[in-house]
Nanobody, 118 residues
């Protein structure tokens, strides 16, 4: 069974940066597209960014130019570099294999909390 462990969250001031990590135990990690998602209090989980097995990236409009998704195949890890953070970025951040719409998943990791506040 695939295990996913997210880390790197924390409390940061507006305008600050964080780098999230997602370690994946999948045997064929290099063949999977990956996605970062987030869920703010009282809101549905939403897709933030995806990266394909060939490192093509896609971002939703509200993070374009601020967030960067990347992957290290040797470490089976996906990263999300978040810059110019805003209070609206406050959420629990998750990753998952495939980069599909969040409603298509039944299993998630524990996520990592990101709080942007002064």
């Amino acid at each position: 069974q695939v295990q996913i462990v997210e880390s790197g969250g924390g409390l940061v001031q507006p305008g600050g940066s964080l780098r999230l990590s997602c370690e994946v135990s999948a045997i064929f990690f290099r063949l999977h597209d990956m996605g970062w998602y987030r869920q703010a209090p009282g809101k549905q989980r939403e897709l933030v960014a995806t990266i394909t097995d060939t490192n093509t990236t896609h971002y939703v409009d509200f993070v374009k130019g601020r967030f960067t998704i990347s992957r290290d195949t040797a470490k089976k890890t996906v990263y999300l570099q978040m810059n110019s953070l805003k209070p609206d970025d406050t959420a629990v951040y998750y990753c998952n294999l495939g980069g599909r719409p969040p409603h298509e998943y039944t299993t998630w990791g524990q996520g990592t909390q990101v709080t942007v506040s002064s």
